[in-house]
């Protein structure tokens, strides 16, 4: 009993730290996806982030279609996240882990991804 109130208590601890993070809210990608390549990651279009610690994001999927030139597909997907200190934010995407280091200033989000790439911006929505 001990433990499930130690994890309630966690959760409870982590919901109130989210509620006041500059990343609440939802955030739209400024300029051109890159094409995907390689294990670059998803390329996101829109993310929405909430106090519970799901995470909406819209993303430009990788694969064929980017290969051979045509229309990037976008898909949706529902997601969780939690972040350490104020820089690093964590995705659980499925079984897939993706981390990024993150900055926001100025109603623009900023994230580039750990394992290299170029940063990507957002513009958060009114």
Not at 96 to 113: I, S
């Amino acid at each position: 009993a001990a433990t499930l109130l130690t994890g309630c208590s966690q959760h409870a601890e982590q919901t109130v730290a989210r509620s006041v993070s500059p990343l609440l809210g939802t955030w739209t990608r400024d300029g051109n996806v890159a094409k995907a390549g390689g294990d670059a990651g998803p390329q996101f279009t829109k993310l929405t982030f909430s106090a519970d610690g799901s995470l909406s994001a819209s993303y430009v999927a990788a694969g064929l279609g980017a290969a051979i030139g045509s229309s990037p597909s976008v898909k949706s997907e529902n997601d969780t996240y939690k972040t350490e200190g104020t820089s690093t934010l964590r995705i659980a995407e499925g079984t897939r882990r993706l981390t990024y280091a993150y900055r926001v200033d100025g109603g623009k989000l900023y994230l580039t991804p750990s394992s290299g790439g170029d940063e990507a911006q957002f513009t958060k929505a009114q």
